[in-house]
């Protein structure tokens, strides 16, 4: 599988950013998932959100939530992740995931096999 993101750039705090993931390459069962980590520079990689295809619900962490609303185009296996009232500490390089079943186990970064490159979101204060 090959995942695609875009989406990333520079926005001052308060602004709002889009990002895309499209994948493409192997086709996934209904239950797959999709989503999208986080890594800011000296800290450990952490979960944003992640979106259950079956159940078409998506899912954010408490960090986010009221800001970050993960979204798909099921048409064109492509996941987005609305990102409103950015702060400077959601300044880092975000990463698309996916994985072939759905799990409860979504928020932890070892539930994944496929990644994408990242791209690199920066707010500034």
């Known amino acids: 599988v090959q995942l695609q993101a875009s989406g990333g750039g520079l926005v001052q705090a308060g602004g709002s950013l889009r990002l895309s993931c499209t994948a493409s390459?192997?086709?996934?069962?209904?239950?797959?998932?999709m989503g999208w980590f986080r890594q800011a520079p000296g800290k450990e990689r952490e979960f944003v959100a992640a979106?259950?295809?079956?159940?078409?619900?998506?899912y954010v962490a408490d960090s986010v939530k009221g800001r970050f609303t993960i979204s798909r185009d099921n048409a064109k296996n492509t996941v987005f992740l609305q990102m409103n009232s950015l702060k400077a500490e959601d300044t880092a390089v975000y990463y698309c995931?996916?994985?072939?079943?759905?799990?409860?186990?979504?928020?932890?970064?070892?539930?994944?096999?496929?990644w994408g490159q990242g791209t690199l979101v920066t707010v500034s204060s």
């Open positions: 390459g192997r086709t996934f069962s209904n239950n797959y998932a």
């Open positions: 995931v996916a994985r072939e079943r759905w799990t409860v186990d979504y928020s932890n970064v070892r539930s994944y096999e496929n």
């Open positions: 979106f259950r295809w079956s159940l078409n619900r998506g």
